[in-house]
C-alpha cells in the first residue's frame, strides 16, 4: 500500500522557475522525507522534516509540513536542468519497523 | 566513506527461475531494507534486516526472502519467478540508531521473461 501521493504526476518548468511538488499522506507519522531519483537509478536523500517541525530549508529546497492536513510540499527554487528527475515523498511505517512508503512520485522536467 | 553498492545491475531471468541480489551496506550502517519498484511506481518494502534477523516485512509472498551477513551486507533472494516481478530493486542502509534516513544503492534491474 502507498501512503504518499504526490502532486502533479508531471510538472515541466523553465530554468529559473520555481518548481513546487505537494504529498498527502494517510495515517499519522514521525517525519517525511523528500527524495529524487534519476531515470530509474537509485533515490538520493534530499531532506527529513519530523512531525514536530513546520519548515526546513536545505539549498534551493523549502519543505513544509502540515500535520493536521496530512500534506507536505517541496518547493525547489530557481531551477536548473540537473534537477530533472522523479521526486518522491517517503514516511515511517510505525508497523513494520523502520520502512518508508513512499509514494508514486512527481516527474520534474526542467528546460533551459 | 564507502556508498551502498548492489549487484548485478541488471539480470535477465525466466519464468520460474530464482534470483539472488545482493547488496553491501554503506560503511558504519547495521541495517538493510529491500524495496521493489515497478516502472512508473514509487518504491514498495519488502523487508528490513538488522543484526542478521528479518525486522520487519511489507506485503510481499514468502518467495521472497533475505539474508543479512555479520558484515552487514545483504541478499535478496526471489523463487519461482513471476512475470510481475520484473521491476527495479533496490537496497538501503541506514544505522540501527538513525534509521529513518535510508541511503539507497543505485539498484539492480530485473526482468522476468
Known amino acids: 500500500s502507498q501512503q504518499g501521493e504526490e502532486d502533479p504526476q508531471a510538472l515541466s518548468i523553465q530554468e529559473g522557475e520555481n518548481a513546487t511538488m505537494n504529498c498527502s499522506y494517510k495515517t499519522s507519522i514521525n517525519n517525511l522525507q523528500w527524495y529524487r531519483q534519476n531515470s530509474g537509478r537509485g533515490l538520493v536523500h534530499l531532506i527529513l522534516i519530523r512531525s514536530n517541525e513546520r519548515e526546513k530549508h536545505s539549498g534551493r529546497l523549502r519543505v513544509t509540513l502540515d500535520t493536521s492536513k496530512k500534506s507536505s510540499s517541496l518547493l525547489i527554487t530557481a531551477s536548473r536542468a540537473a534537477d530533472t528527475a522523479s521526486y518522491f515523498c517517503a514516511t515511517d511505517h510505525n508497523q513494520a519497523g523502520t520502512a518508508l512508503i513512499f509514494g508514486k512520485g512527481t516527474t520534474l522536467s526542467v528546460s533551459s | 566513506e564507502t556508498g551502498v553498492t548492489q549487484s548485478p545491475t541488471h539480470l535477465i531471468k525466466t519464468r520460474g527461475q530464482q534470483v539472488t541480489l545482493r547488496c553491501s551496506s554503506q560503511?558504519?550502517?547495521?541495517?538493510v531494507s529491500w524495496y521493489q519498484q515497478a516502472l512508473g511506481q514509487g518504491p514498495q518494502f519488502i523487508f528490513q534486516y538488522y543484526r542478521e534477523e528479518e525486522n520487519g516485512r511489507g506485503n510481499f509472498p514468502p518467495r521472497f526472502s533475505g539474508l543479512q551477513f555479520p558484515n552487514y551486507s545483504s541478499e535478496l533472494n526471489v523463487n519461482a519467478l513471476e512475470l510481475d516481478d520484473s521491476a527495479l530493486y533496490l537496497c538501503?542502509?541506514?544505522?540501527?540508531?538513525?534509521?529513518?534516513?535510508?541511503?539507497f544503492g543505485p539498484g539492480t534491474r530485473l526482468t522476468v521473461l
Open positions: 560503511s558504519g550502517h547495521n541495517t
Open positions: 538501503a542502509s541506514s544505522s540501527w540508531d538513525a534509521t529513518d534516513t535510508q541511503y
